[in-house]
């Protein structure tokens, strides 16, 4: 069961590290159309998330150009990020194990956030690509039920889950936060768009391209835990926070599954789109 309110839908971003409303026309500067009262940082969003909705859905007003160049990521300092691995159906496939039990769940650390465009700099020879439909909390959660999850949740974002896999699989059990946390290893981004601008928010094509060659291409359908059983099975555990980022697995077509496995190398450009969230644009650097 799907529970959200369905009313406007809202668009937001960081642009120059404020708060804004993304438009057709461009952006509106939170704090300056609503007199102080929200922003400017981006995270003052989820003081009061349903309270800044109820506002954001109401604001037409004269929008400013908006740059893309200078977006950042629309929830810049999460107090905690979640993700899980092994969360679609063929991804779990191409790489010969078997579907989990319950979630696999790691983190990746903040320091690795980064902004929608730009470059990424590659510590090593060994770095995959693995595009993923980030969630973003909305209001604190405690053991929430499946059926009223999309009432948590404030809206979806693009994110790139850019694994090191040699730190990744280092060591016996193998820890996966590092290898996942190096700077810029975390793009989220364009914008934060709320859920009832989704037609089916359990159904996205989530994709990546490596120089405008796809290599990923899936629908979020296949995903093994859905975004509804993950929000209920974290907040079973621990007390979800406004802001909080879920990353929420990502589907087959990453360089590690294939034969022999291929990294991405300084000068390629990582595209990554998720259906009505927009695309998010990288160019890979080696490290000096």
């Known amino acids: ?3 959200w309110r369905k ?11 404020r708060l804004v409303i993304v438009t057709a026309d461009g952006a509106i500067d939170v704090e300056r159309a609503s007199g102080g009262r ?27 150009a ?3 160049s200078r977006l950042g990521p629309p929830v810049p300092s999460p107090r905690q990020i979640f993700a899980v691995g092994l969360n679609y159906v063929r991804h779990a496939a191409e790489s010969g194990l078997p579907l989990p039990e319950r979630p696999l769940v790691f983190t990746k650390f903040a320091s690795a956030l980064t902004g929608p465009f730009g470059e990424v700099h590659l510590p090593s020879a060994s770095v995959d690509w693995e595009v993923e439909l980030v969630v973003v909390v909305g209001r604190e959660g405690r053991h929430v039920a499946a059926a009223d999850a999309w009432g948590y949740v404030a809206g979806l974002t693009a994110g790139q889950d850019f694994s090191d896999r040699e730190v990744q699989s280092a060591g016996s059990p193998p820890q996966f936060s ?4 190096f700077p810029g290893f975390a793009p989220i981004g364009p914008y934060l768009v709320s859920v009832d601008e989704f037609a089916d928010p359990d159904d996205l094509r989530v994709t990546t391209t490596v120089d405008s060659e796809v290599k990923q291409d899936s629908r979020s359908s296949d995903l093994v835990f859905s975004v509804p059983y993950l929000v209920s099975y974290l907040s079973s555990i621990v007390t979800l926070l406004p802001g909080d980022l879920i990353f929420t697995g990502t589907p087959e077509g990453v360089g590690l599954g294939q034969t022999p496995p291929v990294y991405l190398r300084d000068g390629q450009v990582v595209q990554t789109t998720i259906e009505t969230i927009g695309s998010m644009r990288h160019v890979m650097r080696a490290s000096r």
Do not use: Y
């Open 178 to 181: 590092l290898g996942k946390s």
């Open 38 to 64: 929200f922003g400017p940082a981006p995270m003052s969003a989820f003081d009061d998330w349903a309270a800044f909705r109820a506002w954001a859905e109401t604001q037409s007003g004269t929008a400013a």
């Open 66 to 68: 908006l740059d893309p």
């Open 7 to 17: 009313g406007a839908t809202v668009r937001v971003a960081n642009h120059e590290g």
């Open 1 to 3: 069961m799907i529970s």
